[in-house]
């Protein structure tokens, strides 16, 4: 499979990999009356990026680079590592969910041998990684299919949360491309280091958030 195709694969929102099913916060957000215009959805969609999303990126980009060496060996310590950088238990199980999502996906997609050895509820960044090194790619190019995936599904999601045109929020996933591309490198040089340097910018509002989502009765969307 070529790079290019699989990397629009892997970020297509259309993969039936569960994201559909989630907002990545912006519910809860626009509930709680913090998010209620589009320069609002702005800053959400510019804020997740920089925290939860360059998370994800870099544990995506650790995992590619991995598995393109042939060596899991630490794959126990890459989730605990993630485990420490989201504090939100709601969080950390939305994370596996998806994982499990995204291996079922990949595995009918394009099956290979690793999907079994990545336990039975890996995180979603982890998975990301090592699908992107299955079909070819980088670990940069794995940190970007990740970044574009949870911005995009969350902006997705603004459509059935807020009173929107589909045209301007796409303008903003447009003006953040710089952005995310930025984000995405940032992830691969981090891949380099130890486990234990890897980005962990803080967004306790969201954690505190999707505890109080998970409670609700009436919602939209799972997280």
């Known amino acids: 499979m070529g790079q290019q195709a699989a990397l629009l694969l ?10 559909y099913a989630h907002s990545g916060g912006l519910e809860p957000a626009v509930r709680a009356g913090r998010v209620t215009d589009m320069a609002g959805l702005e800053a959400f969609l510019i804020g997740r990026a920089a925290t939860a999303g360059l998370i994800a990126a870099a544990f995506a980009a650790v995992a590619c680079q991995r598995m393109a060496r042939g060596d899991l060996t630490d794959l126990d ?22 994982g499990r999502q995204l291996r079922r996906a990949m595995q009918a997609i394009h099956p290979h041998g690793i999907y079994a050895k990545l336990g ?45 045109d589909p045209f301007d929020v796409h303008a903003i996933l447009a003006r ?48």
């Not at 989730?79 to 998806?98: F, G, N, Q, W």
């Open 10 to 19: 892997l970020a297509d929102g259309r993969l039936p990999a569960g994201g």
């Open 77 to 98: 310590a890459l989730e605990t590592e993630l485990d420490a950088r989201i504090p939100s238990p709601e969080l950390r199980k939305v994370s596996r969910d998806l």
């Open 176 to 223: 953040m491309t710089a952005q995310l591309d930025h984000l995405a490198r940032s992830a691969a040089q981090a891949a380099d280091g130890p486990l234990a340097d890897l980005p962990a910018p803080g967004a306790p509002l969201s954690d505190i958030a999707a505890e109080h989502h998970r409670r609700s009765d009436v919602r939209l969307f799972a997280s």
């Open 120 to 164: 039975p509820a890996p995180h979603q960044p982890i998975v990301m990684g090592v699908a992107a090194a299955v079909l070819g790619l980088d670990p940069h190019r794995a940190a970007l299919a990740i970044l574009h995936e949870n911005n995009a599904g969350a902006a997705a999601a603004a459509a059935k949360v807020m009173r929107v």
